[in-house]
């Protein structure tokens, strides 16, 4: 389960919205640790959602599983997956801090806008972000690529236009977020090797309707982006306000500008790579 986002209510609208970026990089990132071709490589989607990354992966490499905690999300994953084109993915109904794999089973492990959602305890030192990086390191083989899709403290900040109508939750999801160097730091000691961040200018969300200055009045369209879960209804008041008084005043397509402009240079989230050390620890 997320600690604060309900994705059995989210499964139906999250295609509608929400679009893989990035997947150049995660197949960059394969053929940085391939051993052969990426065609013979076996992949875990661990958090799968609704199975847009493993769509996207699948004509490329040899075999998928996919994880994911929640049922409803599974459910849209397996009407996608289902149909051709590529390899086979086989789905399961687990958690990233058990995954119910024997040990160095995959080739590479991608986890696309999970690890936030663990219910985590930042003072303690992120026990189930530890968990669920060594689950990640001792499923994996020796030289086994680790692609980790995060946000960063400056992009949820600064890397989405509508973050300044809700700074209160955008303060929110930082906490959630363990932050780039932090990160860093974890893959290590869970015995996965960092060996660069590599960035998207594309927004997550789904075209035009990123730019979509009237979007966030729409509650199917704030289900695209779990920030908007965290907003408190007296925030989301004022947030609404102000996109109607813009509208009204003609200004909110240069309101939207305004605040998208570094996405472009910063992006929006940022794909970690590490490799399985061979002969590391297994597991945290
Ligand atoms: C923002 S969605 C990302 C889905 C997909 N990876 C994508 O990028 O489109 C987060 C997903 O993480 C799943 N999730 C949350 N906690 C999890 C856990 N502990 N283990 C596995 N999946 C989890 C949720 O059910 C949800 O499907």
């Given at each position: 389960?997320?600690?604060?986002?309900?994705?059995?209510?989210?499964?139906?609208?999250?295609?509608?919205?929400?679009?893989?970026?990035?997947?150049?990089?995660?197949?960059?990132?394969?053929?940085?640790?391939?051993?052969?071709?990426?065609?013979?490589?076996?992949?875990?989607?661990?958090?799968?959602?609704?199975?847009?990354?493993?769509?996207?992966?699948?004509?490329?490499?040899?075999?998928?599983?996919?994880?994911?905690?929640?049922?409803?999300?599974?459910?849209?994953?397996?009407?996608?997956?289902?149909?051709?084109?590529?390899?086979?993915?086989?789905?399961?109904?687990?958690?990233?801090?058990?995954?119910?794999?024997?040990?160095?089973?995959?080739?590479?492990?991608?986890?696309?806008?999970?690890?936030?959602?663990?219910?985590?305890?930042?003072?303690?030192?992120?026990?189930?972000?530890?968990?669920?990086?060594?689950?990640?390191?001792?499923?994996?083989?020796?030289?086994?690529?680790?692609?980790?899709?995060?946000c960063s403290h400056e992009q949820l900040r600064s890397g989405w236009w509508y973050a300044a109508l809700v700074p209160d939750a955008v303060e929110?999801m930082r906490?959630?977020?363990?932050?780039?160097?932090?990160?860093?730091?974890?893959?290590?000691?869970?015995?996965?090797?960092?060996?660069?961040?590599?960035?998207?200018s594309e927004a997550l969300m789904?075209?035009d309707a990123y730019f979509d200055g009237r979007g966030p009045l729409?509650?199917?369209w704030r289900?695209g982006d779990?920030l908007w879960?965290a907003v408190?209804?007296?925030e989301l008041?004022r947030a609404l306000g102000t996109v109607r008084a813009l509208d009204?005043a003609g200004t909110l397509d240069a309101f939207v500008s305004e605040h998208d402009r570094r996405r472009p240079s910063i992006g929006q989230t940022?794909?970690?790579?590490?490799?399985?050390?061979?002969?590391?620890?297994?597991?945290?």
């Amino acid at each position: 389960m997320s600690a604060y986002e309900d994705y059995t209510a989210v499964s139906a609208d999250y295609d509608r919205t929400r679009v893989p970026i990035g997947v150049e990089i995660i197949l960059g990132c394969l053929a940085a640790a391939a051993g052969g071709p990426l065609a013979s490589m076996r992949v875990l989607d661990a958090g799968c959602g609704t199975g847009s990354y493993a769509a996207a992966l699948r004509p490329h490499v040899g075999a998928i599983d996919a994880v994911d905690i929640n049922p409803s999300m599974l459910e849209v994953a397996r009407a996608k997956l289902g149909r051709p084109p590529g390899c086979p993915v086989a789905l399961h109904e687990a958690g990233i801090e058990a995954l119910p794999f024997e040990d160095a089973r995959f080739d590479a492990v991608m986890v696309n806008q999970v690890l936030h959602h663990l219910p985590d305890s930042p003072r303690e030192g992120r026990p189930a972000l530890r968990r669920g990086l060594g689950e990640i390191a001792r499923v994996l083989r020796p030289g086994g690529a680790a692609i980790v899709n995060i946000c960063s403290h400056e992009q949820l900040r600064s890397g989405w236009w509508y973050a300044a109508l809700v700074p209160d939750a955008v303060e929110a999801m930082r906490a959630r977020h363990a932050d780039t160097g932090v990160l860093i730091r974890l893959l290590a000691e869970a015995g996965l090797d960092p060996r660069g961040r590599f960035v998207s200018s594309e927004a997550l969300m789904r075209g035009d309707a990123y730019f979509d200055g009237r979007g966030p009045l729409d509650p199917a369209w704030r289900r695209g982006d779990s920030l908007w879960s965290a907003v408190a209804e007296a925030e989301l008041a004022r947030a609404l306000g102000t996109v109607r008084a813009l509208d009204a005043a003609g200004t909110l397509d240069a309101f939207v500008s305004e605040h998208d402009r570094r996405r472009p240079s910063i992006g929006q989230t940022g794909f970690h790579f590490a490799v399985r050390v061979p002969g590391a620890d297994r597991g945290a």
